[in-house]
């Protein structure tokens, strides 16, 4: 599953805590019963992140994403995509593929990516700039492999022009 679409599903953790164990979460710092070690008023939502929570029971301590718990409740085996699969029956997720409507753009506009390392602006490959990737079946590969991806400006035939 592509970091993209796994990010929009980690946005359902208040609703799916809601919905399997009837928890209401009104703010972050509310706290209510860890759904895994069943004690009350021990877990919160991370203030700054609505995707995660923490058990602060010294038995429990579990911290974590929709995923996280859901393995933990339900089943250590199953793949995001399971996961994926019985949050969209659970919930009736839909999740928008926007990465595809701007691959597309991109291969309407000629645009040539390369992968570069998560957070840089290091190429991960040799001779980024010779070679054309122009493939958004590639682009994905990259995205899935956790890279991020660079624009090859020469071989896009586009001029970027930089006032700083």
């Known amino acids: 599953m592509n970091p993209y679409k796994k990010n929009q599903i980690k946005q359902y953790l208040t609703k799916y805590l ?4 009837g ?11 860890c759904p895994i070690c069943k004690s009350e008023e021990t ?9 995660k929570y ?13 995923f996280d718990l ?6 250590p085996k199953m793949t995001d995509e399971d996961i994926a699969d019985f949050l969209n029956q659970k919930l009736e997720i839909t999740i928008q593929d926007e990465l595809k409507d701007i691959f597309d ?29 122009k493939n958004p079946d590639e682009w994905m590969e ?8 660079g624009l090859n400006i020469g071989k896009s035939n586009i001029c970027i022009v930089d006032i700083g």
Not at 18 to 21: G, P, V, Y
Not at 43 to 51: D, G, H, K, R, S
Not at 142 to 149: C, P, T, V
Request: glycine share 4%; with cysteine; hydrophobic share 30%.
């Open 105 to 133: 753009m991109y291969v309407k506009n000629g645009f040539c990516l390369f992968p570069i390392a998560k957070g840089t602006k290091i190429p991960t490959i040799k001779e980024w700039q010779n070679s054309e990737h």
């Open 70 to 75: 859901i393995r933990k409740t339900k089943n």
């Open 18 to 21: 809601n919905k399997q164990f």
């Open 142 to 149: 990259w995205i899935n492999e956790n890279q991020d991806l």
């Open 54 to 66: 923490h058990c602060y029971h010294p038995k429990c301590n579990f911290k974590g994403d929709i």
């Open 43 to 51: 877990a919160v939502i991370y203030p700054n992140n609505i995707t």
């Open 23 to 33: 928890i209401e979460i009104k703010n972050s710092k509310n706290k209510f019963g």
